[in-house]
Structure formats: structure tokens, C-alpha cells
């Protein structure tokens, strides 16, 4: 079993959809970043999260410190929003070494 | 606020060459990170350099070298190319004692052919 799953793997939703992406892991954590790649790009970090909620535009993050969870909503989702979108966290205890990662959501929006 | 810069931004090299890749990191972080990611896989750690030296290391052989310069900058470097060597090589900067945060830089793509 992996240290950090996501679900679904893929996905595809029409334009305006509300759009969540789930992470569960199973070690003690430090910080959960979300991450987004487009096709043959780089990673561009979204969130990074230790308790509570974010908000960055269309984008939401949550985390459940206690039960180990963690949610990305995109709200009216664009087919600009297609990308792969990775769960990553910092073990506790670990600061700074090297991030877990899951393997990530596909998602496609169409128009 | 410079994020984290690679080049080259694509790279053909011969099997049985040597590459170098370069990173220089977000202002104010000090540690790199690198990573390999084949196409349509996940990052695969390759190492992390801090204080210009090499911290930890994933599952890669040591052909996979690197160095980190005085001024955080760091390098990768890939001896007697593979064909399986051909993948994005992303590097991530982040801060010791800071928050955790790691920015990324836009990855060189290496084919080797």
C-alpha cells in the first residue's frame, strides 16, 4: 500500500463541473502540497498545507489533520484546468528531505 | 522574485554521452532536490543537495552525480547515457527551517537517442 493515495485517478467532467480530488496518506506529515503538471510541463506547486483550508481563486484545499485526508475543489472548472493533479506530502520528522508522492489525478474538462 | 530556473529546457544527446543540467533556485532557499520523471510516470527522487552537499539519495545509480555550488545553484550530471535515461528532470528548491514549501523549476526534457 502506498503512503499517499489519491482518487480518483482519472477524471473528466464537462466545463462548469465542481471538480474534487481526494489524498489520503498514512504517515505522519509535516505538510501536504498539492501540485499541478500539464502535458510535458513542469510542476507548479498550488497548495501547501499543514491544517484548515485555502483558497486560491477557483481552487480549494482542505485537510484533516486527524483523519489523514485531504481534499482539492476546483469550482466552475475550465478545460484550461486539465492537467495531471499530484498529492505530495513532507513526512513529519523528515523536514526538507525528500517528498512522498502519489501517483495523481488526471483530469480532463471538455468543453 | 526569480522562481527556480533550469537549462537547458531540452537536451539530444548520443547514448554513451555525458549531460549536465542546471538549476539555481528560488531566492532565499538553499536546498535542491532532484527528480526524474518518465513519460507518463511520477517524479522519482534522485537526490537532495544542501550546505553543498549531497543529503540523501533515491535509487539511482552512480552514474547520477550532482553538486551544489556556494551560491545554492546545484547541477546534475548523467555519465554513459541510456536510452532509459531519456525523461523530464524537474528540481525543486526549498528552505531549511523554512515552511516546507518547495517550488519547482519547468524541468529539462533529455532525449537520448
Known amino acids: 500500500k502506498n503512503e499517499v493515495e489519491q482518487s480518483p485517478q482519472n477524471l473528466t467532467a464537462q466545463e462548469g463541473e465542481f471538480i474534487t480530488i481526494n489524498c489520503s496518506y498514512s504517515v505522519g506529515i509535516s505538510a501536504l502540497h498539492w501540485l499541478q503538471q500539464h502535458p510535458g510541463g513542469g510542476i507548479v506547486s498550488l497548495f501547501m498545507?499543514?491544517?484548515?483550508?485555502k483558497k486560491h481563486g477557483r481552487l480549494i484545499a482542505t485537510i484533516n489533520i486527524q483523519e489523514k485526508h485531504s481534499s482539492l475543489h476546483i469550482t466552475a472548472s475550465h478545460p484550461r484546468d486539465s492537467a495531471v493533479y499530484i498529492c505530495a506530502v513532507t513526512p513529519y520528522m523528515d523536514s526538507n528531505y525528500q517528498l512522498i508522492w502519489g501517483a495523481g489525478t488526471k483530469l480532463i474538462i471538455k468543453p | 522574485d526569480a522562481g527556480v530556473t533550469q537549462s537547458p529546457t531540452h537536451l539530444i544527446k548520443t547514448r554513451g554521452q555525458q549531460v549536465t543540467l542546471r538549476c539555481s533556485p528560488k531566492?532565499?532557499?538553499?536546498?535542491v532536490s532532484w527528480y526524474q520523471q518518465a513519460l507518463g510516470q511520477g517524479p522519482q527522487f534522485i537526490f537532495q543537495?544542501?550546505?553543498?552537499?549531497?543529503?540523501q539519495r533515491g535509487n539511482f545509480p552512480d552514474r547520477f552525480s550532482g553538486h551544489q555550488f556556494p551560491n545554492y545553484s546545484s547541477e546534475l550530471n548523467v555519465n554513459a547515457l541510456l536510452l532509459g535515461d531519456s525523461a523530464l528532470y524537474l528540481c525543486a528548491s526549498s528552505s531549511q527551517g523554512g515552511d516546507y514549501g518547495y517550488t519547482f523549476g519547468s524541468g529539462t526534457r533529455l532525449t537520448v537517442v
Open positions: 531566492s532565499g532557499h538553499d536546498t
Open positions: 543537495y544542501y550546505e553543498e552537499e549531497e543529503r
Open positions: 498545507l499543514s491544517s484548515g483550508k
